[in-house]
């Protein structure tokens, strides 16, 4: 079985991906495998973009989609899909004429209504079937946040990915959970912070994670779980300062901690 792993801690954004799959469709019959792919409004493979947090403090986070790669699909029209020992999901232009309701179902499928058709990832397996080892997208992939391979290939991955689709063949690894951060400063003294002790306590005021701030008095913590904590923020000569940091809904952003109150 032929799966996807992405690992979304390695993609950059570049897009890569997602151009190259459209330079490899539009304009391009690649039949019996697909036609050609609009060269509006459909993304085989899209990067989802997403901004995190609260100004100043912000993240970007990257998430290659790749559709039409489920078993949910196979489950529900496998009179459609062209036949493979590999596993890949391939929707049959032919046999699948006329059928919208497949674009209607399911993420990543599109309806083509100049050529009747639904049309998705085919895993560029008319490419795999002359002798390339991965599709375009794997190709193009800067920094191998995206993988392609045997399931067996990744047995030691797998174990810790994740699916966003529950029958999927994409796995994902990294996907992002919360972040909390802030700057700790005297306002008093009209400073910044430096190597202040920060500590991030749960609910029962378990300490879930530590850090220091750094030379800017900026501190964060990383891929935690979504939850309502506390910040704790110890400083020498100011004693201690507790924050409420909720990540239950959205990232949390505690700002500026003022010690000097």
């Given amino acids: 079985m032929k799966v996807f792993v992405v690992d979304v801690a390695k993609c950059n954004g570049c897009h890569n991906c997602q151009i190259v799959c459209k330079d490899e469709h539009c304009g391009n019959d690649w039949s019996p495998y697909a036609k050609p792919q609009p060269e509006m409004g459909q993304f085989w493979c899209k990067v989802e973009e997403k901004v995190r947090g609260t ?3 912000t993240r970007i986070s990257y998430i290659p989609h790749i559709g039409a790669q489920t078993e ?24 699948a004429a006329g059928r919208q309701d497949l674009a209607e179902k399911f993420e990543g499928v599109y309806w083509n209504a100049e050529l009747n058709i639904p049309q998705g990832c085919t895993g560029c397996a008319h490419l795999l079937d002359n002798g390339w080892d991965v599709p375009r ?31 999927s063949h994409v796995y994902y ?33 378990k ?31 100011f004693g201690s300062k507790k924050v409420p940091a909720d990540c239950t809904e959205i990232d949390a952003n505690c700002g500026a901690i003022d010690m000097s109150k």
């Fill in 55 to 57: 100004v100043p403090l």
């Fill in 72 to 95: 949910a699909l196979r489950e529900y029209a496998p009179e459609v899909l062209t036949p493979r020992e590999d596993g890949l999901l391939v929707i049959d232009p032919e046999k």
């Fill in 207 to 237: 300490i879930v994670s530590f850090a220091r701030t750094d030379d800017f008095g900026d501190f964060i913590f990383k891929q935690i779980e979504p939850a309502n904590y506390t910040v704790e923020v110890k400083a020498h000569g």
């Fill in 137 to 167: 997208c794997v190709d193009a992939c800067c920094t191998d946040a995206l993988l392609f391979g045997d399931e067996e290939d990744f047995a030691d991955v797998l174990p810790k990915a994740e699916k966003l689709d529950p029958q």
């Fill in 173 to 205: 690894l990294n996907l992002p959970k919360r972040f909390a951060g802030g700057t700790v400063v005297d306002l008093s003294q009209n400073e910044v912070i430096i190597g202040a002790e920060v500590y991030l306590r749960d609910e029962q005021g």
